[in-house]
């Protein structure tokens, strides 16, 4: 557990960049620090690591005082990744994994034969071990990075904005690997973003942080998207908000109906199109969806091609949330969202209508104001592989 | 050029006291020496300039400074100086020897200080946050990244120092510069043209040594094109994973 106990950093120019910060972290689990630029949330990560001392107050991690600790020493217990990787450009991926434990006094040999197990455990194949940073792309390195951090096995992480320099589709990759790992792990992580979507997504608990270096709000993710502490946190959760707070709802409960699939390369149904009949959903050989098939646009008998299909649109996997399944509907040309098994094979299809029945039978009011007792029964969520999180059905009133 | 051709290819001109590999060999130590000398003082100064970020102004100021210095002046003024404290050869080779200095510290210098001011700050950042210490980070993090530029700032403090080299005889030491002066006061204008281009060879050759290793210090994960092209060649083939 690291404990910030009225913690302060102000700066000689007088600026105060952390005012008055008591935070308990707990062991174990994922705590994001979200907050605009200049909110102090990169400082106050600075500090348990002591890249940055503070003015006045104390930081302990398992009950002892980081001032006690040799600096450098300290930081090599702890796990450290940045924004751009900071990868050493002069040394190997291998080399760069190894860097802690051979200032640690491993050999570099031993070092070295751990880094490529890193390599797996992070996703990247153990023949990059060789290779050098600038011959890697923004996500490989960031993913080295990650290994590095994890070469010393250190019971600490803080990860600096570690996913905000790569593309959008990479991070989901990046976001979806890093819950995986943790969930394997189960490291102490302090994880700082500016990005309120990724703070939901990855903590298990919020530290929204003021301009000015206040602590606005310290909760569970779905309590700072229903009951913000005050007017900054409303506003900086702000836009998508009710959106966002459907993640936290099950659907488990939701209709799904049979949807007859036609299969790539087959000719195109017969009998009657047009209203709901106009799209087919065309799946795979496997029974995976590819797309909607426009049957105006293509007349019956003839063979179905990728070029007829309407591709993409989000999926409704195993245990998702009325946001996955609004989302699913909302992005599918037919109105009905795709659901799919624990294989992507396609089940069946949810109607927008039912989503939206689904959502006015829920309980906003908990939703937008949770019961005291209700907050107080929540649990970290389960840390579904690929998925929204969710909370069992029921837990939160939603109907059956 | 004709007469130049000459003096190179008479064997005679090859051997003795004046003759061509004895200078080579005056010239290559005043021109080493000098770069060692201006090396251990240049680098540790600018390492640490670059390190710690302090005495930045103080050193563009001095490198401006002892590159405007004309270098034939101040080899007389030493030079008159050195005879009343010191005797012998030493009072003419200690002058010439500063004067090389002179002109070898900035290159070396600014370039330490501008390699290790390039370092990528995130990469730094790491180091220290890994748990480097501050000696640690300019060892084995600062200094082989600025390897190139430091490099460079020795090849061109050698072409200086060797170019330069030839004043040592002015004073009366050896070196190539030798071929130079007296040839111009025999009138031997071939010997003359012959010493220029022994110089100038023996900057190229240096050059080429250097650069050659550069190849072994400077890490293959730093020096240009090929790992470039690998990284494209690396992402074109990981974007072959279908997106889901």
């Known amino acids: 557990m690291i404990s910030f106990s009225a913690v302060s950093k102000v700066y000689p120019d007088g600026t105060t960049a952390v005012h008055d910060l008591s935070l308990e972290i707990p062991a174990g689990r994922i705590t994001v620090f979200v907050g605009p630029s200049g909110c102090g949330k990169t400082t106050s990560l600075r500090m348990i690591n002591r890249m940055i001392e503070p003015t006045s107050g104390v930081i302990t991690i398992d009950g002892t005082d980081t001032r006690q600790i040799d600096a450098p020493q300290l930081r090599r217990g702890i796990g450290y990744v940045i924004q751009n990787a900071g990868l050493f450009p002069h040394r190997t991926v291998a080399d760069n994994i190894a860097t802690v434990p051979v200032l640690q006094g491993v050999t570099r040999r031993e070092a070295r034969r751990r880094a490529t197990e890193l390599l797996e455990r992070v996703g990247l194949p153990t023949s990059m071990a060789r290779r050098y940073p600038a011959q890697l792309s923004g996500g490989q390195q960031q993913r080295v990075g990650v290994a590095r951090a994890l070469a010393a096995d250190p019971p600490v992480m803080l990860m600096d904005e570690p996913f905000s320099a790569v593309d959008p589709v990479v991070r989901e990759q990046l976001q979806t690997e890093f819950l995986r790992l943790q969930e394997e792990l189960g490291k102490t992580i302090v994880f700082v973003t500016h990005d309120i979507d990724e703070a939901v997504r990855l903590g298990d608990r ?13 909760a569970v993710p779905a309590d700072v998207l229903r009951r913000p ?35 790539m390369g087959a000719a195109a149904p017969q ?50 949330s009325l946001r996955t399944a609004l989302d699913a509907a909302l992005s599918s040309p037919s109105g009905r969202g795709v659901a799919v098994d624990d294989a992507g094979v396609a089940i069946g299809t949810i109607t927008l209508a039912d989503v939206v029945a689904a959502i006015e039978a829920t309980d906003r009011t908990a939703l937008a104001d949770p019961a005291g007792d209700d907050a107080g029964a929540w649990s970290p969520p389960v840390l579904a592989k690929g998925a929204e999180r969710t909370v069992p059905a029921g837990d939160r009133g939603v109907p059956r | 050029m004709t007469a130049a051709w ?8 090859w051997s003795g006291t004046d003759g061509i590999w004895t200078r080579f060999t005056e010239h290559l130590f005043y021109t080493l020496l000098s770069v060692v000398i201006a090396a251990l003082v240049a680098l540790p100064l600018g390492a640490v300039i670059g390190h710690t970020g302090r005495g930045v102004a103080a050193i563009a100021g001095v490198a401006n400074a002892l590159r405007a210095l004309p270098t034939l002046g101040l080899l007389t003024v030493l030079t008159l100086w050195s005879f009343g404290l010191l005797t012998g050869q030493l009072a003419r ?21 501008a390699g290790i001011a390039a370092v990528d700050p995130a990469a730094r950042d790491a180091a220290r946050g890994m748990g480097m210490t501050g000696s640690q980070v300019l060892l084995r993090v600062e200094l082989p990244v600025a390897m190139p530029l430091v490099l460079s700032g020795v090849r061109s403090a050698y072409l200086q120092v060797v170019a330069t080299a030839t004043i040592a005889a002015v004073v009366g030491l050896g070196g190539f510069g030798r071929y130079v002066v007296d040839g ?29 290793v550069g190849r072994f210090l400077v890490s293959p994960g730093l020096s240009g094109r090929r790992v470039r092209e690998k990284a494209q060649e690396a992402e074109a083939g990981f974007a072959a994973v279908p997106p889901t």
């Open chain 1, 206 to 218: 919020i530290a929204v942080f003021a301009t000015g270096g206040h602590l606005a709000q310290y």
């Open chain 1, 229 to 263: 502490a005050d007017d900054f946190v409303a506003g900086f959760v702000g836009r998508d908000r009710g959106y966002r707070a459907l993640s936290f709802a099950g659907a488990t409960g939701l209709p799904v109906q049979r949807e007859p699939t036609v299969r």
């Open chain 1, 271 to 320: 009998g009657p199109g047009g209203g709901e009949h106009r799209w087919a959903l065309v799946v795979d050989d496997d029974g995976r969806p590819r797309g909607w098939l426009d049957r105006d646009a293509l007349s019956p008998g003839d063979p179905i091609g990728l070029q007829h299909l309407r591709l993409g649109g989000s999926l409704a996997a195993p245990g998702y």
């Open chain 2, 6 to 13: 000459d003096f190179l290819t008479t064997a005679a001109n």
């Open chain 2, 93 to 113: 080779l200690g002058p010439s020897i500063v004067v090389l200095v002179v002109l070898a510290v900035p290159p070396i210098l600014s370039n330490t200080y």
């Open chain 2, 184 to 212: 111009l006061a025999q009138q031997l204008y071939g010997k003359m043209v012959a010493g220029a281009l022994l110089v100038a060879l023996m900057a190229v050759i240096g050059d080429r040594l250097i650069a050659l």
